[in-house]
């Protein structure tokens, strides 16, 4: 395909003998493009016009600790934002379901998110304030920046003002601070048949509360499969008590993204 001149010239600089294809997938303001080389190395690069520095501080922060996308290059351009990382190797989790069972897939989602729960955090990993979150989930409601159709059906009898009145009211006090994915879904999540390849699409993670995730993932557990397999996710994730109340809340707070 062709591509602009600024952008053949910069990765004329980290690439020879490469070919280009957009590929399907990313954010609203985001394009995904494949760039494979003659030697069959495949990378993905992701131009975007919000900022990936977030992105790219997460990777960063991981490399070594679980399996993520090498970095290759992240800059950052007058009009976009690019950030071109190795591929993994597979597929997500979510094209995994027509090929192996459902509590097959459960159990690799929770035992995925105990091992990336369980890195020890330090003043390097990138935090993730709660109260700049609900900054971030007010300027979308005051802005009409959120899909009414979107929301779950138990939230769309209410106006989105209700809803983030209740969100405020509900809000936890105390936090159980883990490094967080951020947006925890099955297609965020690559594994090679049994193995786990990698994490992708870590713009929202970093240093947070666990239900973060947790909350997501049983949201998703409910959407694409049913309700029976939520408890094998808290077992194989080795959740004794759970917190209701944060469940609730992390699920709500979503709804404004």
Request: one cysteine or more; aromatic letters at 12%; charged letters at 30%.
């Amino acid at each position: 395909m062709k591509i602009s001149n600024n952008l053949k010239t910069l990765l004329d600089r980290y690439f020879e003998n490469y070919s280009v294809s957009k590929i399907s997938g990313g954010a609203t303001d985001a394009d995904l493009y494949k760039i494979k080389t003659s030697k069959d190395e495949a990378y993905i690069l992701k131009k975007q016009l919000s900022s990936l520095e977030n992105d790219y501080l997460n990777y960063k922060w991981l490399e070594g600790k679980v399996p993520v996308p090498e970095i290759v290059f992240y800059e950052k351009l007058e009009e976009c934002e690019l950030l071109c990382m190795s591929e993994l190797q597979g597929k997500t989790l979510e094209d995994y379901f027509d090929k192996q069972g459902e509590r097959e897939n459960v159990i690799k989602y929770a035992n995925s998110l105990k091992r990336l729960h369980s890195l020890k955090i330090d003043n390097c990993a990138l935090a993730q304030s709660l109260d700049a979150r609900l900054s971030k989930a007010k300027y979308n409601l005051e802005n009409g920046l959120i899909n009414i159709a979107e929301l779950q059906p138990e939230n769309q009898n209410y106006n989105l003002d209700e809803l983030f009145a209740k969100l405020l009211s509900i809000k936890p006090s105390s936090h159980e601070l883990v490094f967080t994915h951020g947006d925890y879904c099955f297609d965020n999540i690559i594994y090679d048949n049994d193995n786990l390849s990698g994490f992708i699409d870590l713009g929202n993670g970093g240093v947070a509360d666990k239900y973060q995730d947790i909350a997501l993932a049983i949201r998703s557990i409910k959407d694409d499969f049913n309700s029976e397999l939520v408890n094998l996710f808290y077992e194989e994730y080795g959740l004794i008590e759970v917190n209701k109340d944060k469940l609730e809340f992390y699920t709500l707070l979503d709804e404004f993204f």
